[in-house]
T-cell receptor, first 114, second 117 residues
Framework: AQSVTQLGSHVSVSEGALVLLRCNYSSSVPPYLFWYVQYPNQGLQLLLKYTSAATLVKGINGFEAEFKKSETSFHLTKPSAHMSDAAEYFCAVSGGFGNEKLTFGTGTRLTIIP | EAEVAQSPRYKITEKSQAVAFWCDPISGHATLYWYRQILGQGPELLVQFQDESVVDDSQLPKDRFSAERLKGVDSTLKIQPAELGDSAMYLC???????????????FGPGTRLTVL
């Protein structure tokens, strides 16, 4: 079974500041990990994914995440926040090939302060 | 760019009524998923199809919910009768999983927001 825990349901950062959204996972098999972004009343858009290749994953819109097996973490970062980054962010885990079901965290709402 | 289509985008109904949601996945995607997202929470899988077959419906409340994907392409999710607690966003997603690919990136539609009065 897989699960993810997102620390902090709400995060506020100033425009231009570092964004750090935390995600810890639990998995009985090597995990596939994902970060999705959701804007109000819209579906989810994939930001980036880890599928057992490079541990540092670069995604869209300047976001990146690092897979740390020793810490069972997959935190999302962006060096400089932009107003358009304000949204809900979800971390998700799956078991990969043959076990594609995504298990999502409860989400982190990111607010950007002008 | 190919997208997952869903309709309607918004649905308001009274409790005990029947509702239905439609999803058209990206062409060629074998796997289709229906998720329910309650306000303030992450999406939860209701049902997963591989072509026209149900792979996982363990979280689908089968006394009132049903889902079908008769020709292995588009899909319908039905609720009958609707209850107040069914108010949520219903998301459809599709992926290439099942075609011998390990990459199970799921592409999501815009969702249907259901309000039960």
């Amino acid at each position: 079974a897989q699960s993810v825990t997102q620390l902090g349901s709400h995060v506020s950062v100033s425009e231009g500041a570092l964004v750090l959204l935390r995600c810890n996972y639990s998995s009985s098999v090597p995990p596939y990990l994902f970060w999705y972004v959701q804007y109000p009343n819209q579906g989810l858009q994939l930001l980036l994914k880890y599928t057992s290749a490079a541990t540092l994953v670069k995604g869209i819109n300047g976001f990146e995440a690092e897979f740390k097996k020793s810490e069972t973490s997959f935190h999302l970062t962006k060096p400089s926040a932009h107003m358009s980054d304000a949204a809900e962010y979800f971390c998700a885990v799956s078991g990969g090939f043959g076990n594609e079901k995504l298990t999502f965290g409860t989400g982190t709402r990111l607010t950007i302060i002008p | 760019e190919a997208e997952v289509a869903q309709s309607p985008r918004y649905k308001i109904t009274e409790k005990s009524q029947a509702v239905a949601f439609w999803c058209d996945p990206i062409s060629g995607h074998a796997t289709l998923y229906w998720y329910r997202q309650i306000l303030g929470q992450g999406p939860e899988l209701l049902v997963q199809f591989q072509d026209e077959s149900v792979v996982d419906d363990s979280q689908l409340p089968k006394d009132r919910f049903s889902a079908e994907r008769l020709k292995g392409v588009d899909s319908t999710l039905k609720i009958q009768p609707a209850e107040l607690g069914d108010s949520a966003m219903y998301l459809c997603a599709s992926s290439l999983a099942g075609r011998g690919l390990a990459d199970n990136e799921q592409f999501f539609g815009p969702g249907t927001r259901l309000t039960v009065l």
